[in-house]
């Protein structure tokens, strides 16, 4: 207790946190400041937890200036700062950091941005993060041009430096038609290169070419990518030549009727095709569809299926062809909807997912199934809501049949809400069961899991407060090769969260949590506690 009070009294001091804002007629200036403190408790092993022990802090600011000097001409500066000493919120062990800032001119048909800024062209040739500049400029609803330049944004950490540029132009027909070219360049700088740099003098050029077409009263949609690049790892080493691959997707959708949606799509990325600043994975041809399909209002029904193989030419270098198939149905079924009873909420969730993978090689390397049927019911009340589930899976695996297991997973949730004592309250219940049997060695593992929570507000003082207590068991085989040891794992959390004061101008909030965890394993030097001790302030002017 007296470990609480403490750690409430410190991080009282600690904890104020004010947004201040100033307006005028066409501009405002937002300042943001906040500072946290905690203390997290681990007793035990502490390897194990996920938390580390002791007093931590976290302090941001935020300062946001906007201003419309014209109707044409708009002006936004933001910049943000981090002051921390947990290492959840640091990046390579730096207490203080300066997240990201920007400033930008802008209105609906062009923009100037400079700083740190999210772009994003196309999939094949640029979505990523830069510090430097962009911008676009768009004419009379017809073209948009588009440009940048960056670098990556730490080049300490990185242990070099990347310069990108590049650009793209859209041509626009009404809304029925769009054109879109992109090139992008990206290349290391050789002098920032050191003996540790984990990149060598790495070049690589994307061209790029997008259709997009939205034609018969937006029910058919086709959309269109082609890309090539060229790129090489370290151009300092004249034994690598440059890689040309080639990359293209072609997606569309067609909904003839109302109650009716059909997709298809197709993608094939080469093996050498290499975009650092896109986001392609490559080495894989793909091709999909899908149905949704409602035959009645009642009803609703999902269909899809996936096939996708890699190593699609000889510059693979996978060892052998993986083949995959991927097959989902699911449905929601309102059997009582025209009902005007207790009975119109009543819902039947359906789901069935298939997966196969697997190679030609002998004897094969891979050759795997797995397959998950699920279905739950569900309904809502005015102060009540329940939901029963059951899952059912099996796993194929014809490499190692040591691994094939079956298992069948029940669920179950309530919750409930009501006025009382002038008090809004809401419980909440669930429990799961999950039991596991392995084919070959007919060992099985047991998990049974349940959670149960409460939420109190009053509404006269605008306080409110919320309890969740949490069990988690582990009872499984004595062979560790086939799951955990036996474990189980206890917790409960508080929170309290009240305003101070609230006016047009000041606003106070004042919340206070605790949170405890207990986990306890066969093995007693596996054992750990975990707790975190939290206060906190909000001020609002």
């Known amino acids: 207790m007296r470990l609480l009070s403490l750690c409430i009294a410190i991080t009282i001091f600690l904890l ?13 200036f937002d300042i943001y400041l906040s500072s946290e403190g905690y203390y997290n408790y681990v007793r035990g092993n502490e390897e194990k937890s996920s938390l580390e022990q002791g007093w931590f802090y976290v302090e941001n600011l935020i300062l946001d200036l906007n201003h419309e000097f014209t109707d044409k001409i708009k002006f936004q500066g933001y910049t943000h700062f981090r002051n921390s000493n947990d290492s959840l919120h640091q990046i390579d062990e730096r207490e203080w950091m300066f997240v990201e800032g920007y400033f930008r001119l802008y209105d609906e048909f062009y923009e100037l941005w400079g700083g740190d800024y999210a772009e994003d062209y196309t999939p094949y040739t640029l979505s990523t993060s830069l510090l430097g500049a962009k911008g676009f400029y768009k004419y009379n609803d017809w073209i ?25 132009i859209e041509l626009f027909y009404k809304e029925h038609l769009t054109l879109g070219g992109t090139f992008i360049y990206s290349d290391v700088e050789r002098d920032s290169l050191r003996a540790d740099s984990s990149l060598g003098d790495q070049f690589n050029q994307v061209f790029g070419g997008d259709l997009h077409l939205s034609l018969w009263s937006d029910r058919l949609h ?62 894989v041809q793909r091709v999909k569809g899908e149905i949704e399909y409602a035959p009645w209002e009642m009803v609703s029904t999902m269909l899809f299926y996936e096939y996708s193989y890699d190593k699609i030419d000889k510059h693979s270098l996978a060892e052998h062809r993986t083949h995959t198939h991927l097959t989902s149905f699911s449905s929601t079924i309102y059997p009582f909807y025209k009902r005007e009873d207790m009975w119109n909420s009543l819902a039947v969730d359906l ?49 190692d049949d040591t691994c ?17 004592l002038a008090l809004d309250w809401a419980w909440n219940f669930g429990g799961t069961y999950e039991y596991r049997q392995y084919i070959l060695s007919r060992l099985i593992d047991r998990v049974y899991s349940g959670n149960a929570g409460l939420a109190l507000s009053y509404e006269r ?71 975190v001790y939290y206060c906190g302030l909000k001020l609002t002017f």
């Open 461 to 531: 003082t605008k306080s409110s407060l919320s309890l969740t207590v949490a069990v988690e068991y582990y009872d499984n085989d004595p062979d560790p090769s086939l799951g955990f040891v036996d474990n189980i794992s206890r917790s409960c959390s508080a929170v309290f969260d009240q305003v101070l004061w609230e006016r047009n101008l000041f606003t106070a909030n004042l919340t206070l949590s605790a949170s405890y965890m207990h986990f306890d394993e066969d093995a007693y030097d596996q054992n750990y506690i975990e707790g």
């Open 16 to 28: 104020p946190i004010t947004v201040s804002a100033i307006n005028w007629e066409k501009g405002s």
């Open 144 to 168: 948009k041009v588009s440009a940048l330049y960056g670098r990556n944004r730490d080049q300490d950490l990185d242990d070099y430096i990347q310069n990108t540029t590049g650009g793209r």
């Open 222 to 283: 086709f959309d269109a990518e082609y890309a090539r690049s060229i790129y090489n790892y370290d151009e300092r080493d004249k034994t690598l030549r440059d890689q040309y691959g080639n990359a293209f997707l072609a997606r569309g959708d067609i909904s003839p009727r109302d109650n009716l949606t059909i997709r298809a799509e197709f993608e094939r990325v080469e093996p050498w095709f290499y975009s650092t600043m896109g986001y392609a994975s490559a080495d």
């Open 404 to 420: 094939e297991y079956f298992s069948h997973t029940p669920t179950v949730s309530l919750g409930i809400n009501y006025p009382w």
């Open 351 to 399: 789901m069935i997912d298939h997966s196969k993978y697997y190679t030609k090689d002998e004897p094969r390397t891979t050759d795997q199934d797995d397959l998950m049927v699920y279905g739950t019911v569900y309904q809502s009340f005015t102060h009540w809501n329940y939901s029963i589930g059951y899952t059912y899976s099996r796993n194929w695996n014809r490499t």
